[in-house]
């Protein structure tokens, strides 16, 4: 009776979670460790602003990953990423990846060289369709 128990709850545990797709995955192939944010806003000054305020290592957000470098990290998202309703890319389809080498970041150093500090990376959902759901960081 105890086991059929455990197998009625466990099958309640699984019907009731929500679809996890963690299909997108972004590889660092650089020799230096990056820190790496998702957003469908393409401004770099709100990317800087992030960096700079929450770009620690104390500081774990949802859109914000820290990749070794020659490692990969998965994108995971309620839902599904092809969704056409996917409230993470804008109108166009576009999302934006910024990456910095550190997230040892002063802001001074971001106010002084935001151009060479963060790389910005636009791709469109059909390219990461085409692309199997996979960015390099080179």
């Known amino acids: 009776m105890k086991t059929l128990a455990i197998i009625i709850s466990f099958f309640f545990i699984?019907?009731?979670?929500?679809?996890?797709?963690?299909?997108?995955?972004?590889?660092?192939?650089?020799?230096?460790?990056?820190?790496?944010?998702?957003?469908?806003?393409?401004?770099?000054?709100?990317?800087?602003?992030?960096?700079?305020?929450?770009?620690?290592?104390?500081?774990?957000?949802?859109?914000?990953?820290f990749i070794k470098s020659n490692d990969s990290t998965h994108f995971s998202v309620m839902d599904d990423w092809d969704s056409p309703s996917n409230y993470r890319f804008n109108d166009d389809r576009m999302i934006f990846i910024f990456s910095?080498?550190?997230?040892?970041?002063?802001?001074?150093?971001?106010?002084?060289?935001?151009?060479?500090?963060?790389?910005?990376?636009?791709?469109a959902q059909k390219t990461l369709i085409d692309n199997n759901w996979r960015l390099e960081i080179k």
């Not at 972004?26 to 800087?48: F, G, Q, R």
């Not at 960096?51 to 774990?60: A, H, I, L, P």
């Open 100 to 123: 910095v080498d550190s997230i040892q970041l002063k802001t001074e150093m971001l106010d002084k060289h935001p151009q060479t500090v963060i790389r910005k990376f636009e791709i």
């Open 14 to 65: 699984l019907i009731s979670c929500d679809d996890v797709d963690s299909r997108f995955c972004v590889v660092n192939k650089t020799d230096k460790n990056v820190c790496v944010y998702l957003t469908k806003d393409s401004s770099t000054n709100n990317a800087k602003l992030y960096f700079s305020e929450y770009g620690k290592v104390d500081k774990q957000l949802r859109q914000y990953y």
